[in-house]
């Protein structure tokens, strides 16, 4: 130490000190030029909060509670996260009517996506829960299909039948039919379990599995699906198929039936 | 010998080639002798007559069809990993039953349709025969002689429904596998010998490599060989009997009036089954049924709701699923009432509508053959039966698919079930009133059309102003045709005491008989028709208006 | 039952006491049966160019059902196997089976059609009446019958030379006992295989989608999970055997929603194992309403509550599903402590 304080009037010392300081500020910069820019982000973050907090007032707070504490009439959104939120609110769900059956239905969405985008936000900011998936999560890239028909089969097809039509459930509750469904709602279903679905989190349905039933879906229930068969009967199985065969088969033949049997019109009366 | 033989040769050598071929095969099979008593046998015309040749007809293309299908299907239950022409189906495991399944719906020209055709024409085979079956017992076409034949075509609808059920299992779809896992299930629950059926059935535990291939030797040799032999015997018993026919003009209890079978009724039953193959193909050319490929392989730890046997099972489904969950444990053994009740239950449903013939006739003690047709409505306690028969199978059927009912009428399947529970029971006892009231209520109807004329719909205003509907008085054929049908009288027990003031013993089923006999024909059950006398005087009487 | 305690005034009268004369309505008789009604000639028997008319529809749909045939050929060859087309309304289908089915019905349907109108109009169409004749024999048959029986019967002396008689008998009667016998190989005896799974202590819990040990954190509430003991795998010859009896569904409670007092006991930190066979029938059951904790069977509806041992609340199964022991390993894995206490599945007799 002594040496360098010796060594402080160098001719040099100048250069050198300003050498240091330059690489002090970049590597300051460095380090703190992304918090500035995190601190931005907040600053929008806390703005797209404000805004989802305004309209959560209004949509929400009189079933969830103001702070979505959740009451008697609905559940705390606490930690649900803005997968749940997206979910719910995007398919209609959320607002449900004031008084529902056995389960809430999906209907029309009210909300626009930016809307969703900032009461998701307002409630992930309550508690740490899912995030809305990104289309590389959801999207059909890099899924194997054949293995998300198995998976479909052994994790979701119980309630929502072979190729996700739906099915009942107890006491007037069902599981509802997933034709038409965005796949980015679906995902969002597996990861937050609505009402009463089960969750199928990233440690039991990991990501990839999730993505090949997404994409299972869309090759078997899409508008582009190829029904080798003819007419689907609703894909519910033999119950249709037996009421097809019944009407239109045995009542086909048996009006047929009438035709041969009857009596060829007379002269007389023609 | 060898000189007439000769001398016939010699006498038919100009006859025309078709002729010399029957000739021969006269020789050697006495086909003219045969000819003789059928070639101009009478069919009357009847659309509810052809209901059978429905049948017969699916029949026949169930057994085409299923033949080309075994050109294509492996009957193994051998682990293979799939590489055909169906992307989500690509690199799973499964049995080759199922793979060659696929195979034969994907990558075999027509196969798709084959096997759709093979299919459809089951569920007809099945719904024709229910269907002809409640027609023969409605129009009391089971009566003497045709009891026999009766049996014949109820053990054919019940071999039917196993058949089909084997079919439906071949391919090892997770539909068709969570059907015989069930059957595996209820077949456990049978006392004593349940496990034992089991393990013998599948070869083990299940569902282990065997049920495929055995399945299959019923399905398409055991069962249908019998019941080829089946149909034949019926269609022979309904040559020897001669068809029914309704009552009408001419149309008696000795005779059969109606066309020859060669021309008309051959053009007639020939072209009915181009009609019959016509439609079921056309539907299975727009229709899909049980698409494998949308279920994928079996797997007992996979299942999907809504899984439900064909139509022809929904009755017993219905049964199982509408059953509560009775167990009974008891020094170490467990009866398992809840799946042994439905299982007795089945067959005890099934057997009532077959023995039902033999308990009428009982009743009735009439011995004589019946060759001409009852209208339901002039037999009201067997249409009630049958009523009462069929609402329960209806709501069993219902229960069936109690939950594709819940999902589209947007029910509660708790509630859907218990509809299913009390209507079994409340619902063929007011089929059973309901269907009653209205028989005797067109019974009543058909005699005032008899004494009063038919209501012509011609408003008439008399003098005084009152205005009447004129009735027009039917045609002879008419009046014929409306009081042709014979009505019993209530059996009673005949005096207790004998001739010499001996009391004799009055048997238990003599009581019963009556008891039956007056619920049966007793006043409540039946007008009485009108009678010449009736008539006479009402007829006299309207010709003073 | 024979028909001689049936009074006869019980039996209606024989209605057709005017078999085969056709009567006249009298005073007396104004229900009677006036006989086949005159036949009335259709428009083709009395116009031939009616008749013609038919006989070109006839030969018309005829010449449709070659062309059908034509067409089902062509479709086969000409249509790619795999090609799908869009019809309105049905949706997307396989061309192919649609025009194979659409000809191949055509061209059937247009022979039945051929025939059956050819035989409407213009085959005859009167009516016919065809005597019946009783089916029982007349006496004197049966005499004869009966006499020829008895005759035989003594020829073979069947009746008076019982050691005849009884051998034969027993011989018809105990040969039928090697069929039977040779049944017995149809499989094994059910001995105690149905009381025994996969499961045994120390045995992991491994997800049936990852194919990975579950930890306890892998969990959470309201999630469902699907296991199989650690070395099933799918590839082995009897997995479908094992795996349907091994089957486990795996969820999560909060301890305290917990109400039986061994299912508590028998879980890990509120995670319960549960066998995911159903007791009716062996149905998987796996229905799971996370908000309810019940399960409920897609077969038969047997619905199971898992906060309260599994214990049925509705539907036909009898028994609640068993229950896995399960806790942690040394590497913080769930394993199982030992096999299931119960048969899996269907109650049986043997059960117990």
């Known amino acids: 130490m002594k040496k360098l304080s010796a060594r402080r009037r160098h001719p040099l010392a100048a250069v050198v000190v300003l050498l240091l300081a330059l690489a002090c500020t970049g590597g300051l910069y460095a380090v703190f030029a992304p918090a500035d820019k995190a601190q931005a982000e907040e600053t929008a973050q806390s703005l797209t909060i404000e805004e989802g907090k305004k309209l959560y007032t209004v949509g929400c707070a009189s079933c969830h509670g103001t702070g979505g504490q959740g009451t008697s009439d609905g559940p705390s959104l606490v930690g649900v996260g803005a997968a749940a939120v997206d979910f719910q609110v995007a398919t209609g769900r959320m607002p449900a009517a004031t008084s529902q059956g056995a389960q809430v239905p999906r209907k029309k969405n009210i909300y626009s996506q930016a809307e969703i985008d900032q009461l998701a936000a307002y409630i992930a900011s309550l508690g740490a829960g899912p995030s809305i998936p990104t289309e590389e999560q959801y999207g059909p890239g890099g899924a194997d299909i054949a293995k998300g028909g198995e998976l479909f089969r052994n994790n979701c097809a119980q309630c929502h039948n072979f190729t996700g039509k739906g099915g009942a459930l107890t006491h007037g509750k069902f599981a509802p039919t997933l034709e038409g469904v965005d796949p980015k709602h679906i995902y969002e279903a597996m990861q937050t379990g609505p009402q009463n679905m089960p969750s199928f989190p990233d440690t039991t349905l990991s990501e990839q599995n999730k993505k090949d039933i997404i994409a299972y879906l869309n090759a078997v229930n899409s508008d582009e699906t190829v029904n080798p068969g003819g007419l689907e009967l609703g894909g519910l199985g033999p119950v249709s198929e037996g009421l097809f065969g019944w009407i239109f088969g045995l009542g086909g033949l048996i009006a047929i039936a009438v035709w041969v049997a009857a009596r060829t019109a007379k002269a007389k009366k023609s | 010998m060898s000189t007439t033989e000769t001398t016939t040769s010699r006498s038919r050598g100009k006859a025309p080639a078709g002729e010399r071929v029957a000739d021969w095969a006269d020789g050697r099979l006495g086909i003219y002798s045969l000819a003789k008593a059928n070639m101009r046998k009478i069919f009357p015309d009847h659309w509810s007559f052809m209901l059978g040749e429905v049948c017969l007809y699916s029949f026949i293309i169930i057994i085409l069809t299923g033949v080309y299908l075994t050109l294509f299907f492996h009957p193994s239950m051998n682990e293979v990993e799939y590489h055909g022409s169906y992307v989500p189906m690509q690199g799973q495991l499964m049995s080759e039953a199922f793979s060659s399944t696929l195979h034969i719906s994907f990558d075999v020209r027509g196969g798709l349709l084959i096997r759709q055709i093979h299919h459809w024409a089951a569920i007809i085979f099945l719904a024709g025969m229910f269907v002809h079956m409640m027609r023969v017992f409605f129009t009391g076409a089971f009566r003497k002689p045709r009891e026999i034949n009766w049996l014949f075509g109820f053990l054919l609808f019940v071999l039917g429904m196993f058949t089909g059920f084997t079919g439906y299992s071949l391919p090892d779809d997770l539909l068709s596998g969570t059907g015989v896992r069930f059957t595996q299930g209820a077949i456990l629950s049978m006392p004593i010998v349940g496990t034992y059926i089991s393990m013998f059935l599948f070869g083990g535990e299940f569902p282990g490599g065997d049920f495929v291939a055995r399945f299959y030797s019923i399905h398409i040799l055991l069962l249908p060989g019998i019941m080829l032999g089946l149909v034949v015997g019926h269609l022979i018993l309904v040559f020897y009997h001669k068809h029914t026919q309704f009552a009408g003009p001419g149309r008696t209890n000795k005779n059969v009036v109606g066309m020859p079978l060669l021309p008309v009724y051959m053009a007639k039953a020939g072209g009915f089954f181009f009609l019959v193959f016509g439609v079921i193909a056309a539907l299975a050319g727009i229709a899909s049924v049980n698409p494998i490929w949308a279920m994928g392989p079996y797997r007992p730890d996979h299942v999907s709701t809504g899984a439900q046997p064909d139509w022809y099972m929904g009755f017993a489904e219905g049964l199982v699923r509408a059953m509560p969950g009775w167990e009974i444990n008891f020094w170490g053994h467990t009866l398992v009432l809840g799946v042994f009740v439905p299982l007795v239950v089945f067959g005890l449903f099934l057997g009532a509508i077959a023995l039902y013939p033999f308990i009428e006739s009982w009743v009735t003690g009439d011995k004589r053959e019946h060759h001409l047709l009852d209208r339901p409505r002039n037999a009201p306690t067997r249409t009630a039966f049958g009523v009462a028969w069929v609402t329960a199978y209806m709501i069993m059927l219902i229960g069936g698919g109690n939950d594709i009912v819940a999902t589209h009428f947007h029910l509660s399947i708790n509630a859907v079930t218990w509809f299913v529970r009390i209507g079994f029971f409340a619902g063929p006892v007011l089929a059973f009133i309901v269907t009653k009231r209205i028989c005797l209520g067109l019974q009543r109807r058909d005699k005032d059309k008899v004494l009063h004329g038919r209501e012509s719909g011609i408003i008439k205003r008399l003098p005084h102003g009152e205005f009447i509907e004129v009735h027009e008085p039917l045609s002879q054929e008419q009046l014929h045709t409306l009081t042709a049908h014979e009505q019993y009288k209530p059996l009673e027990i005949g005096p207790t005491v004998d001739v010499n003031g001996v009391e004799r013993k009055v048997k238990g089923s003599e009581k019963l008989r009556a008891k039956l006999s007056k619920a049966y024909f007793g006043d409540d059950s039946q007008i009485a028709k009108p009678t010449v006398e009736e008539y006479k005087e009402i007829t006299s009487g309207h010709g003073h208006h | ?352």
């Open chain 3, 1 to 352: 039952m024979s028909s001689q305690d049936i009074p006869e005034e019980n039996l209606p009268a024989e209605q057709d006491t005017t078999h085969g004369a056709v009567t006249v309505a009298d005073e007396k008789h104004p229900f009677a049966d006036p006989g086949l009604p005159p036949h009335e000639h259709r428009i083709q028997d009395i116009d031939e160019r009616a008749a013609r008319r038919s006989e070109r529809a006839v030969a018309l749909l005829f010449t449709v059902s070659m062309l059908a045939t034509i067409g089902f050929i062509a479709s086969f060859v000409a249509i790619p196997h795999d090609k799908s087309i869009f019809v309105f309304p049905i949706g997307h289908i396989n061309a192919m089976n649609f025009a194979l089915g659409l000809t191949l019905g055509a061209a059937l349907f247009c022979i039945g059609a051929g025939a059956v109108h050819w035989a409407r109009t213009l085959m005859s169409d009167v009516e016919v009446a065809d005597d019946r004749h009783p089916i029982e024999a007349s006496p004197e048959v049966k005499a004869k019958v009966m006499a020829d029986f008895r005759q035989g019967a003594k020829e073979s002396a069947l009746g008076r030379r019982k050691l005849i008689r009884n051998t034969m008998f027993g011989a018809l009667a105990l040969f039928p006992l090697s069929g039977v016998v040779l049944l017995r190989d149809l499989g094994p005896l059910p001995g105690t295989k149905l009381r025994h799974t996969l499961w045994s202590k120390g045995k992991l819990l491994v997800n049936m989608n990852t194919n990975e040990p579950l930890r306890p954190s892998d969990v959470a509430v309201g999630s469902l999970t699907f296991a199989k003991p650690e070395g099933l795998e799918e590839h082995d010859h009897d997995f479908q055997t094992e795996i349907a009896k091994a089957a486990l569904m795996i969820v999560r409670l909060q301890p305290d929603d917990i109400k039986d007092k061994r299912e508590l006991e028998w879980s890990h930190e509120g995670i319960v194992a549960y066998s995911k066979i159903c007791t009716h029938v062996g149905c998987p059951i796996s229905l799971y309403e996370q908000q309810t904790h019940h399960v409920l069977c897609p077969c038969h509806q047997s619905t199971f509550d898992l906060s309260d041992g599994a214990r049925v609340i509705f539907g036909p199964a009898g028994h609640a599903l068993p229950q896995l022991r399960i806790g942690v390993n040394d590497e913080g894995y769930l394993q199982a402590l030992g096999d299931f206490e119960e048969p899996v599945g269907p109650a049986f007799w043997e059960r117990g």
